[in-house]
């Protein structure tokens, strides 16, 4: 739609309202179906965990994963990576939607479980006797690949369905949609390699997330702002 | 709303005869400048229209409207603020200009324009010099528009810098 910068003429405000009315009212053709946040929430879910089904299918899980998952530790990793995205998911819609964003507890809430899902590994997962970061991270750049690769389709669904909302923060909408995303690949791949040491989780299981958050951050800024253009 | 998301264009513009009143006080209370306000509440209208399909009629209208005010508004604001830090109001560009008497180039602006590469002096000189617009232009070319733009750019670019240089 063309915008009309014209507004500065001797016109009283009721010409000028409806001469602006006349113009809008004019390109006012139907639009499709706005689906409603909750609804878009789920199907994000349903993407995002048949993504995930996908590669487990196609990489395999870990030989003992249900034992594993008896432990308290990598039993809360999964449930607050799951819980961040998903707190993360509700951000990213509903900040695109006018009217719809969550308050300011909401945000604490969901920084807390974020906060929550990084300091484990820190807490509880093995620590290897030096700490090399670099090398944990060079040792397991399959593992950083499929991390990433496996949080880039769902983002890619979110980002499309976003982009269909009216969101005048396009960074912080781009920013959570990248979190809710890229923890799904962190998820994805945690339940694949069987290494739980903290090395090799932060960075090739939790550092493609933020890395990939940053990517759909600043990608997000353009994308989810061509709804104004 | 659910009309106007079918398209009912008399539901549209019946509800913004409703608001309209509604909004340009909210807007005039938020903008101090009473000069921008007709273009802000432009503005607001214009997002308003845009962002019609994202209205939820089983919900409140308040909440849904006054956002997309208030955000229009501080993007609005924002804009204004970003070109108002570029402008140079003409009160206070200099008498003297580039051109001469007889509408022929000055000396000064003539070197500058010679110190172009070609296809950059090329693309000025048909845009600003022989007045053609951007398809005619693109066309004795043989670029595309776009092409055509990015050149013409680059030369104004060059252009102002040795202007400055020349100046200092």
């Given at each position: 739609?063309?915008?009309?910068?014209?507004?500065?003429?001797?016109?009283?405000?009721?010409?000028?309202?409806?001469?602006?009315?006349?113009?809008?009212?004019?390109?006012?053709?139907?639009?499709?179906i706005?689906?409603?946040?909750?609804?878009?929430?789920?199907?994000?879910?349903?993407?995002?965990?048949?993504?995930?089904?996908?590669?487990?299918?196609?990489?395999?899980?870990?030989?003992?994963?249900?034992?594993?998952?008896?432990?308290?530790?990598?039993?809360?990793?999964?449930?607050?990576?799951?819980?961040?995205?998903?707190?993360?998911?509700?951000?990213a819609?509903?900040?695109?939607?006018?009217?719809?964003?969550?308050?300011?507890?909401?945000?604490?809430?969901?920084?807390?479980?974020?906060?929550?899902l990084?300091?484990?590994?820190?807490?509880?997962?093995?620590?290897p006797?030096?700490?090399?970061?670099?090398?944990?991270?060079?040792?397991?750049?399959?593992?950083a690949?499929?991390?990433?690769?496996?949080?880039?389709?769902?983002?890619?669904?979110?980002?499309?369905?976003?982009?269909?909302?009216?969101?005048?923060?396009?960074?912080?909408?781009?920013?959570?949609?990248?979190v809710?995303?890229?923890?799904?690949?962190?998820?994805?791949?945690?339940?694949?390699?069987?290494?739980?040491?903290?090395?090799?989780?932060?960075?090739?299981?939790?550092?493609?997330?933020?890395?990939?958050?940053?990517?759909?951050s600043?990608?997000?800024?353009?994308?989810?702002?061509?709804?104004?253009? | 709303?659910?009309?106007?998301?079918?398209?009912?264009?008399?539901a549209?513009?019946?509800?913004?005869?409703?608001?309209?009143?509604?909004?340009?006080?909210?807007?005039?209370?938020?903008?101090?400048?009473?000069?921008?306000?007709?273009?802000?509440?432009?503005?607001?209208?214009?997002?308003?229209?845009?962002?019609?399909?994202?209205?939820?009629?089983?919900?409140?209208?308040?909440?849904?409207?006054?956002t997309?005010?208030?955000?229009?508004?501080?993007?609005?604001?924002?804009?204004?603020r970003?070109?108002?830090?570029?402008?140079?109001?003409?009160?206070?560009?200099?008498?003297?200009?580039?051109?001469?008497?007889?509408g022929?180039?000055?000396?000064?602006?003539?070197?500058?324009l010679?110190?172009?590469?070609p296809?950059h002096?090329?693309?000025?000189?048909?845009?600003?010099?022989?007045?053609?617009?951007?398809?005619?232009?693109?066309?004795?070319?043989?670029?595309?528009?776009?092409?055509?733009?990015?050149?013409?750019?680059?030369?104004?670019?060059?252009?102002?810098?040795?202007?400055?240089?020349?100046?200092?």
């Open positions: 739609m063309k915008t009309h910068k014209t507004a500065k003429t001797k016109q009283t405000p009721l010409e000028f309202h409806n001469r602006i009315v006349d113009q809008v009212v004019h390109e006012a053709k139907p639009k499709g706005h689906v409603q946040p909750a609804t878009q929430w789920l199907l994000w879910l349903a993407a995002s965990l048949l993504v995930m089904a996908f590669f487990w299918m196609h990489w395999g899980v870990q030989a003992n994963v249900s034992q594993v998952m008896q432990q308290m530790p990598p039993l809360f990793f999964i449930l607050s990576a799951f819980a961040g995205a998903s707190l993360a998911a509700w951000e819609i509903t900040s695109s939607i006018p009217g719809r964003q969550t308050g300011k507890l909401y945000r604490v809430l969901a920084v807390l479980v974020l906060i929550a990084v300091s484990i590994p820190f807490i509880f997962f093995v620590h006797g030096s700490l090399d970061l670099g090398k944990a991270l060079v040792n397991g750049t399959g593992c690949e499929g991390a990433a690769f496996s949080g880039l389709i769902p983002w890619i669904f979110m980002g499309w369905m976003l982009s269909r909302n009216a969101s005048f923060h396009p960074w912080w909408t781009g920013l959570w949609s990248g809710s995303a890229f923890l799904m690949g962190t998820i994805t791949i945690q339940i694949h390699c069987p290494s739980w040491d903290m090395d090799h989780v932060l960075m090739t299981h939790l550092l493609p997330a933020a890395v990939g958050t940053i990517f759909a600043l990608l997000g800024a353009f994308w989810f702002s061509r709804w104004k253009k | 709303m659910a009309k106007i998301q079918e398209g009912d264009q008399e549209y513009r019946q509800f913004l005869n409703e608001i309209g009143p509604l909004l340009f006080n909210y807007v005039r209370r938020r903008v101090f400048n009473p000069e921008m306000v007709p273009d802000v509440y432009q503005e607001v209208l214009l997002t308003l229209h845009k962002a019609r399909f994202t209205y939820e009629p089983s919900r409140p209208l308040g909440p849904w409207l006054f997309v005010a208030r955000n229009s508004i501080l993007d609005a604001l924002g804009r204004n970003k070109f108002a830090e570029r402008e140079v109001p003409t009160e206070t560009l200099p008498e003297s200009s580039a051109l001469e008497a007889d022929s180039l000055g000396d000064e602006l003539h070197q500058a010679n110190s172009l590469s296809i002096r090329e693309a000025i000189e048909l845009l600003k010099l022989r007045g053609l617009s951007l398809d005619e232009a693109a066309k004795e070319l043989k670029i595309s528009v776009a092409a055509l733009k990015v050149r013409a750019h680059r030369g104004y670019e060059q252009l102002r810098k040795l202007l400055i240089e020349k100046k200092k």
